[in-house]
């Protein structure tokens, strides 16, 4: 593992203690993914727990028909939580991931995460954290789904491509579509209203996120 590597790993994971940053260092491995590769499946056995280092992930639930429904981001500095519960209990994974962005990740192995928990405190409070955070944004991504009618949903969406990736969302209506588990000509709809409310403009390939707090 490079220097730079190493520090990017001490300024992502600051509440680490020494020791266990420098188990991290190097006992894991360090994995690069490429812009839209799959990188967890679902139905696939977790040995390792995933830490991400640079890029972004989205991850997402299936139902047996392939369908996908966009759960949450997954930033540099989190961990994947679901891949460390799968890992813990040697499960097969119930969601399935990919790289937004070209991203690099950390990958424990199972009996360090073991170890881990009764061995170093910040690791400990770590993955209860990491636990907590996923579970408030499946709440959030519940409320959507459970209390808001599509319109809602969408703005939703964009708010944390806004919040994650910037005002560029440089995705078809269909792949939006997709991510809401929706058809395009509802989400094409539904762009071209928001556009007439100012709320974002509608390009060729792309569309550009103007004022959502108008709303």
């Keep these: 593992m490079d220097y730079t590597t190493q520090a990017n790993i001490q300024q992502l994971f600051p509440q680490f203690e020494e020791p266990l940053l420098q188990e991290l260092i190097q006992e894991s491995t360090i994995r ?3 812009e839209g590769e799959q990188i967890i499946r679902t139905g696939q056995y977790m040995r390792s727990s ?9 991850i997402y639930r299936e139902d047996e028909e392939g369908n996908e429904f966009m759960m949450y981001y997954l930033e ?12 813990a209990r040697n499960e097969k994974s119930q969601v399935m991931a990919k790289a937004v962005q070209a991203a690099e990740a950390i990958l424990v192995p199972q009996h360090l995460t073991e170890q881990w928990l009764g061995k170093y405190k910040s690791w400990h409070n770590f993955v209860i ?24 949903r969408l703005v939703f969406y964009l708010r944390r491509h806004l919040q994650n990736q910037g ?18 000509e509802v989400i094409s709809r539904l762009l071209k209203k928001l556009e007439q409310r100012q709320a974002l403009t509608l390009h060729r390939s792309h569309l550009e996120i103007l004022n959502l707090d108008a709303l």
Excluded: W
Excluded at 133 to 147: G, N, P, W
């Design 167 to 184: 005002s560029e969302v440089r995705l078809s209506h269909q792949q939006i579509a997709d991510d809401l588990n929706s058809s395009r």
């Design 32 to 34: 690069g993914f490429n």
């Design 50 to 58: 995933l830490l991400l280092l640079s890029g972004l992930m989205k």
């Design 129 to 152: 954290g990491s636990y907590r955070q996923r579970f408030e944004e499946l709440l959030l991504t519940l409320d959507s789904i459970a209390f808001k009618a599509m319109d809602e």
């Design 76 to 87: 540099p500095g989190n961990a994947c939580a679901m891949s460390m519960m799968c890992t």
